[in-house]
């Protein structure tokens, strides 16, 4: 087989995203023609499936569990077992946290074992949440959650900064994020490939009416979920408007496709607060960083989640 029917056979099935052209290459180890053609066909075969989607096998249970980490911190810090309450908030930008700290509104929990974070409790009213602040990335907002569920949490919020896509209106405002285009790595080990990770419906339905009370809006939509934020190109930004998302943010795709494997549950909401600094005078988040009306919305949504619940 040439090499020129080789790579057309790997188009036409559909295993490559571009026309590629080998021309002539000086091969500086004296291979035969034949053979260098076939190691670069080769080459490329193996490089149109990237590793990340290698080696998945979603149905087997992992080896490595959130509940053995936290066993073994709680044997090296000396902490005995604990739950968390029952709604836990992720903070990325950690202002809720700062900001309460600040005010003596919550308190760090000794009992938390994990080796990445603090948690903190704050009550609001007949409520008790935990919050842990500055766990910013799929990866880390996944592990955190991961270790949340282990130790009692039974609803888990996440409240993240993101950048607008969507000019719905001048930031900052929130968006209830219904599905996130997974352009980040997490997801994929938690379900096949996909261009979405999507939000549980009845859980998104439980928010219905939830805000209307509220000073700030909250919106419904998709976002796109990254991993690189500096390489949000123009292009790649036109791109996802072109797609009807709202904001760009980075933990959405992979805590909805952890909730989705586990069926745990999971709300994500964008707190729009930029335009990705494209102009000066950008991330201006509201009253006290953002914390009165992202404690709000989060209230509210507790709230609502509980009404259905009970």
Request: with cysteine; charged share 20%.
């Amino acid at each position: 087989m040439g090499i020129a029917h080789v790579l057309h056979t790997v188009v036409r099935r559909g295993k490559a995203i571009a026309v590629v052209t080998l021309g002539p290459r000086v091969d500086t180890n004296n291979h035969p023609p034949h053979q260098e053609n076939e190691r670069r066909v080769t080459e490329l075969k193996q490089s149109i499936a990237p590793p990340i989607l290698a080696h998945k096998h979603y149905r087997k249970a992992s080896a490595f569990t959130p509940e053995g980490l936290l066993r073994e911190a709680r044997r090296q810090k000396g902490v005995a077992p604990a739950s968390v309450p029952a709604v836990c908030v992720l903070d990325p930008d950690g202002d809720m946290v700062r900001q309460l700290t600040r005010a003596a509104r919550a308190r760090r929990d000794p009992s938390w074992a994990c080796y990445h974070t603090d948690l903190y409790r704050y009550p609001d009213g007949m409520l008790e949440f935990a919050l842990i602040g500055c766990a910013v990335g799929a990866p880390f907002a996944v592990l955190i959650a991961e270790q949340l569920f282990a130790s009692g949490c039974q609803l888990l919020i996440s409240m993240t900064s993101a950048g607008q896509l969507a000019p719905l209106r001048p930031p900052p405002y929130f968006v209830l994020i219904d599905k996130a285009l997974r352009d980040e790595g997490t997801s994929y080990h938690y379900l096949p490939p996909g261009e979405f990770s999507h939000a549980d419906d009845t859980l998104i339905a439980r928010m219905d009416g939830a805000f209307g009370e509220l000073r700030v809006p909250v919106e419904r939509g998709a976002t796109w979920t990254t991993d690189a934020p500096f390489r949000e190109t123009t292009e790649t930004i036109a791109s996802m408007g072109r797609k009807g998302l709202l904001a760009v943010e980075m933990e959405a795709a992979a805590l909805y496709a952890f909730a989705a494997a586990r069926q745990r549950p999971v709300l994500c909401f964008a707190h729009v607060t930029n335009q990705m600094a494209q102009s000066e005078g950008d991330f201006e988040k509201g009253e006290v960083d953002g914390t009165v009306d992202a404690l709000a919305v989060i209230s509210a949504a507790a709230k609502a989640w509980l009404a259905r619940e009970g």
